[in-house]
Protein backbone atom coordinates (compact mmCIF):
# COMPACT_ATOMS: atom_id res chain seq x y z
CA UNK A 1 0.00 0.00 0.00
CA UNK A 2 1.50 3.27 -0.98
CA UNK A 3 1.57 5.86 1.93
CA UNK A 4 -0.05 9.34 1.35
CA UNK A 5 2.03 12.44 0.54
CA UNK A 6 1.46 15.42 1.98
CA UNK A 7 3.27 19.09 1.08
CA UNK A 8 2.13 21.93 3.50
CA UNK A 9 1.56 25.33 2.39
CA UNK A 10 3.23 27.84 4.55
CA UNK A 11 -0.15 29.22 5.24
CA UNK A 12 -0.85 25.74 7.12
CA UNK A 13 2.28 26.08 9.16
CA UNK A 14 1.61 30.14 10.26
CA UNK A 15 -1.99 29.39 10.94
CA UNK A 16 -0.04 26.20 13.37
CA UNK A 17 2.12 28.43 14.88
CA UNK A 18 -0.21 31.11 15.60
CA UNK A 19 -2.71 28.12 17.27
CA UNK A 20 -5.36 28.62 14.66
CA UNK A 21 -5.07 24.85 13.69
CA UNK A 22 -3.75 21.56 15.05
CA UNK A 23 -1.40 19.94 12.15
CA UNK A 24 -0.02 17.07 15.11
CA UNK A 25 -4.12 16.58 15.31
CA UNK A 26 -4.63 16.50 11.23
CA UNK A 27 -2.11 14.04 10.95
CA UNK A 28 -3.26 12.07 14.17
CA UNK A 29 -6.32 11.26 12.44
CA UNK A 30 -5.08 9.48 9.82
CA UNK A 31 -5.18 6.11 9.49
CA UNK A 32 -2.37 4.72 11.32
CA UNK A 33 -1.09 2.66 8.60
CA UNK A 34 0.57 3.57 6.39
CA UNK A 35 2.04 6.67 8.06
CA UNK A 36 2.44 9.45 5.84
CA UNK A 37 4.76 11.51 4.40
CA UNK A 38 5.17 15.13 5.30
CA UNK A 39 6.97 17.43 2.89
CA UNK A 40 7.57 21.13 2.97
CA UNK A 41 9.70 23.74 -0.09
CA UNK A 42 12.35 25.60 1.35
CA UNK A 43 9.39 28.64 0.25
CA UNK A 44 7.29 27.55 3.18
CA UNK A 45 10.25 27.51 5.70
CA UNK A 46 11.38 30.87 4.43
CA UNK A 47 7.69 32.42 4.90
CA UNK A 48 6.88 30.41 8.43
CA UNK A 49 10.31 31.85 9.71
CA UNK A 50 9.86 35.52 8.31
CA UNK A 51 7.03 37.31 10.19
CA UNK A 52 7.90 40.45 11.39
CA UNK A 53 9.08 40.91 14.97
CA UNK A 54 8.93 37.25 15.75
CA UNK A 55 11.14 36.69 18.77
CA UNK A 56 13.38 34.41 19.86
CA UNK A 57 10.79 31.78 21.12
CA UNK A 58 8.64 31.80 18.38
CA UNK A 59 11.94 31.50 16.11
CA UNK A 60 12.43 28.56 17.76
CA UNK A 61 8.92 26.99 17.98
CA UNK A 62 8.84 27.27 14.51
CA UNK A 63 12.19 25.89 13.64
CA UNK A 64 11.39 22.65 16.28
CA UNK A 65 8.02 22.35 13.56
CA UNK A 66 10.16 22.29 10.60
CA UNK A 67 12.32 19.36 11.24
CA UNK A 68 9.17 17.38 11.23
CA UNK A 69 8.97 17.42 7.94
CA UNK A 70 10.70 16.31 5.00
CA UNK A 71 12.13 19.36 2.96
CA UNK A 72 12.42 19.29 -0.50
CA UNK A 73 15.06 21.36 -3.04
CA UNK A 74 13.58 24.66 -3.98
CA UNK A 75 13.92 24.60 -7.61
CA UNK A 76 14.89 20.73 -9.22
CA UNK A 77 14.02 21.19 -12.61
CA UNK A 78 10.64 19.51 -12.55
CA UNK A 79 10.02 21.87 -9.62
CA UNK A 80 11.11 24.92 -11.32
CA UNK A 81 9.48 23.95 -15.04
CA UNK A 82 5.95 22.70 -13.40
CA UNK A 83 5.87 26.64 -11.22
CA UNK A 84 6.98 28.16 -14.29
CA UNK A 85 4.15 26.34 -16.87
CA UNK A 86 1.49 27.09 -13.27
CA UNK A 87 2.52 31.17 -13.37
CA UNK A 88 2.28 31.55 -17.45
CA UNK A 89 -1.41 29.66 -16.95
CA UNK A 90 -2.63 31.17 -14.08
CA UNK A 91 -0.31 34.33 -12.83
CA UNK A 92 -0.36 32.52 -9.51
CA UNK A 93 2.40 34.53 -7.00
CA UNK A 94 5.54 32.74 -7.82
CA UNK A 95 6.08 31.18 -4.09
CA UNK A 96 2.52 29.71 -4.28
CA UNK A 97 2.97 28.13 -7.71
CA UNK A 98 6.17 26.36 -6.14
CA UNK A 99 4.37 25.17 -3.80
CA UNK A 100 1.67 23.56 -5.89
CA UNK A 101 4.28 22.50 -8.18
CA UNK A 102 6.46 20.46 -5.39
CA UNK A 103 2.84 18.70 -4.20
CA UNK A 104 2.95 17.95 -8.30
CA UNK A 105 6.08 16.37 -8.59
CA UNK A 106 5.85 14.59 -6.25
CA UNK A 107 2.61 13.11 -6.54
CA UNK A 108 1.09 14.43 -3.37
CA UNK A 109 -1.38 16.28 -1.59
CA UNK A 110 -0.74 19.70 -0.94
CA UNK A 111 -2.47 21.09 2.85
CA UNK A 112 -3.13 24.48 2.33
CA UNK A 113 -5.64 27.60 4.04
CA UNK A 114 -4.72 29.70 0.86
CA UNK A 115 -7.17 30.72 -1.02
CA UNK A 116 -4.96 30.65 -4.61
CA UNK A 117 -4.13 27.46 -3.67
CA UNK A 118 -7.38 25.97 -2.91
CA UNK A 119 -8.90 27.46 -6.02
CA UNK A 120 -5.84 26.08 -8.33
CA UNK A 121 -7.24 23.37 -10.69
CA UNK A 122 -4.08 22.33 -12.35
CA UNK A 123 -3.50 18.78 -14.15
CA UNK A 124 -1.89 16.22 -11.22
CA UNK A 125 -2.50 18.82 -8.30
CA UNK A 126 -4.98 17.76 -5.35
CA UNK A 127 -5.14 20.42 -2.34
CA UNK A 128 -7.02 19.84 1.20
CA UNK A 129 -7.67 22.35 3.62
CA UNK A 130 -7.12 21.77 7.20
CA UNK A 131 -9.98 23.83 9.89
CA UNK A 132 -8.94 26.59 11.40
CA UNK A 133 -10.27 26.52 14.93
CA UNK A 134 -8.51 26.93 17.77
CA UNK A 135 -5.87 24.70 19.81
Known amino acids: MERPKYVLDSTTIINHLNAKLDIEA?????????KALR??????????LSKPGMTDVEMAEAGVLLLKFTSINLMTPAIRDTAAAIRRGTKMLTPDA???ATAIVLGATCLSNDPHLLKLVWPGYTVKAIPISPV
Open 98 to 100: VIA
Open 39 to 48: YINAITAIEA
Open 26 to 34: FFGALPALP
